[in-house]
């Protein structure tokens, strides 16, 4: 194996040696990677090899030709017969790799999807643990609210059309306050009666039931956008009314009250995309109660926001194309209301659930990793990582336009989720179930841009959910890169993937995902890529890895992989192997990658 020893202070005197060694090799006057390759790999034959050009100081073969032959493997597209037979007995044989076959990364078509993998899901029932908004005896013939009664307590959102929610009107001379949903159905009302409105009307409405922020509250986002839409295309008077029309609907569309998802509970919360549209409509219009205010000492401050008053605000190109996104959404749900069921459900694993790393016997599972394509298309019917912030959704209500905000832009109905999902804690994450796909993009930050409108062929499974499954899970944020290789947060990040891909039952589908945690959040994708896959063979997944073009860290991913499988390693082994690299890290071997790393290990092991 890889030398990981058992006693601590073989693994420090290891971790320096390596550091010595290593630092040496690449402090070395020329700093040629011949050089480096020949310490780090001294066994390799240089045949069918072709040099790096981009000057980075690393063991790294690279074959002439890659993925060509639609083996998986990385080798020429001479493998043929051979290989084609290999991927007939991985198929057959089951999921562990054959370890003659060691280091072929597999076709993407190998990894498990919806709805093949799922088996039947029984019928749907609400209990404790599980809020039902719909009848369910009705369905999917009918989506009709369920009756309730209405709940004002902290537990609970605190609805719009809720008598206890209360306000002053600006000039009353009355005894009191009045109900806020008064007020709201009166101007939203008038607002619904027109043939088209613009943005001032929108703005005036508004206003009319928060008037605190008369002063504070910036629709220039909104009217910016209305303007650059040319006349032809511009659809947005005629669906003002629409919209209105939809929030008014809340009392017959929501009748009992939706729990918050919170931080410490396992629980879910199922409604209809009809009842869906409705609540986002509100969240348009900013009519829920109590959630304008931010801070550590308001009342829901362990919340996102969901009023689009942010939105709304100080104008920028990135906020424009995001309402473009927005609105195509509630241009279709007044036009055609959707006829499906969501599913949002927090995850929250106790200390007993939780893997012990350090003896996992368990082998990494198939992976697939490439440059090209993206988790949401081509990780369709498999599980799709949100790289989310703990505060889901992120900045999709203000000018944030990272992985997840785009995802909650293109399947707007996410974002209902930030109305009743607490912060997420370590062990916690999100899984969304059956949203839908309205818009198509192209872009990333300030070169988003909305493309058009999407045809969702996704089927639906027993619950009439379309059968796509997002799971939101969220990194650490280091200020610093160094800051990861603390083995304790190594072991939260495996914790955290853990969570989001373990299994809840048999036929699971395999996970998409992609560069979690790196860019803004300062992770290394070598070490991010390590442990999803961890995280995906303690649960027994397979593993679809999305680069997004970056060519070296698909080239670093597969080295990886081939190096771990080839030797034959544990997640156990694996997770001390790391811990090494974090000894080595700490101890100033800062110009040694985790590649180089674990090349040395296997190096040693086959002297």
């Known amino acids: 194996m890889f030398g990981c020893r058992d006693e601590s202070e073989h693994k420090v005197s290891a971790a320096g040696e390596d550091n010595k060694h290593l630092n040496n090799v690449m402090a070395s006057k020329s700093n040629d990677s011949s050089q480096v390759k020949a310490c780090l790999c001294p066994d390799e034959e240089p045949e069918n090899v072709k040099p790096r050009n981009d000057g980075a100081s690393r063991a790294e073969v690279e074959p002439v030709k890659t993925e060509d032959s639609g083996c998986g493997h990385s080798c020429s597209s001479t493998c043929g017969a051979s290989c084609t037979a290999a991927v007939r007995r991985r198929r057959v044989e089951g999921r562990e790799r054959p370890r003659e076959e060691a280091g072929a990364c597999c076709p993407l078509q190998d990894l498990k999807r919806l709805p093949q993998c799922r088996p039947p899901l029984g019928e749907l029932r609400f209990g404790r643990a599980h809020t039902v908004l719909v009848d369910v005896r009705l369905v999917p013939q009918r989506f009709v609210a369920q009756d309730g009664r209405d709940v004002w307590s902290s537990n609970v959102v605190k609805m719009p059309c809720s008598p206890s929610s209360s306000m002053v009107k600006s000039g009353w001379t009355g005894s009191g306050p009045v109900e806020r949903w008064k007020v709201i159905s009166k101007h939203l009302g008038a607002l619904s009666s027109r043939s088209e409105a613009d943005v001032a009307d929108v703005q005036k409405a508004i206003m009319k039931y928060n008037p605190k922020y008369e002063k504070q509250w910036l629709f220039d986002s909104l009217a910016s956008f209305v303007k650059v839409i040319p006349k032809e295309d511009n659809y947005l008077p005629s669906l003002f009314p629409k919209m209105a029309a939809l929030a008014l609907k809340l009392p017959e569309h929501v009748k009992k009250a939706i729990p918050l998802l919170s931080a410490g509970r396992t629980a879910a919360v199922t409604l209809s995309q009809v009842q869906i549209s409705c609540l986002l409509a509100n969240a348009f219009f900013c009519t829920f109660p109590h959630r304008n205010a931010c801070g550590a000492h308001t009342e829901y401050w362990g919340l996102p926001s969901i009023n689009f008053t942010s939105l709304f605000g100080k104008t920028s190109q990135r906020k424009r194309q995001k309402l473009r996104a927005i609105m195509q959404y509630f241009k279709e749900v007044t036009d055609s209301p959707p006829r499906g069921l969501v599913t949002f459900e927090r995850r929250c694993l106790s200390n007993a659930e939780l893997p012990d790393w350090t ?70 994450c999100l899984i969304i179930t059956g949203c839908q796909k309205f818009s198509i993009y192209s872009g990333f930050g300030d070169r988003f841009e909305w493309v058009g409108p999407c045809v969702d062929s996704v089927g639906r499974d027993e619950w009439f959910r379309l059968q796509r499954q997002i799971v939101a899970m969220d990194a650490l944020h280091f200020k610093h890169p160094s800051e990861q290789y603390d083995v304790r947060k190594v072991q939260r990040e495996l914790n955290k993937a853990y969570c989001g891909f373990k299994k809840v039952g048999a036929g699971e589908p395999d996970v998409a995902t992609g560069k979690w945690g790196c860019g803004a959040f300062n992770g290394e994708p070598q070490l991010k890529a390590l442990i999803q896959l961890m995280a995906a063979a303690e649960a027994g997944r397979g593993l679809a890895f999305f680069t997004f073009r970056d060519e070296k860290t698909k080239r670093d991913v597969e080295q990886m992989y081939k190096l771990l499988v080839r030797e034959d390693v544990t997640v156990g082994q694996l997770y001390a192997l790391i811990q090494d690299y974090c000894r080595l890290r700490t101890h100033g071997g800062s110009g040694v990658d985790l590649l180089q790393f674990i090349t040395l290990r296997s190096s040693r092991s086959q002297l």
């Open 359 to 428: 003896s996992s016997k368990k082998k990494l599972l198939q992976l697939h990793v490439t440059s090209q394509g993206s988790i949401e298309d081509d990780g369709v019917g498999m599980l799709q990582v949100d790289f989310a912030a703990s505060l889901v959704g992120g900045g999709v209500l203000n000018s944030g336009l990272l992985q997840e905000e785009i995802l909650f832009l293109i399947h707007p109905e996410l974002i209902v989720s930030r109305l009743f999902t607490e912060r997420l804690g370590d062990n916690e």
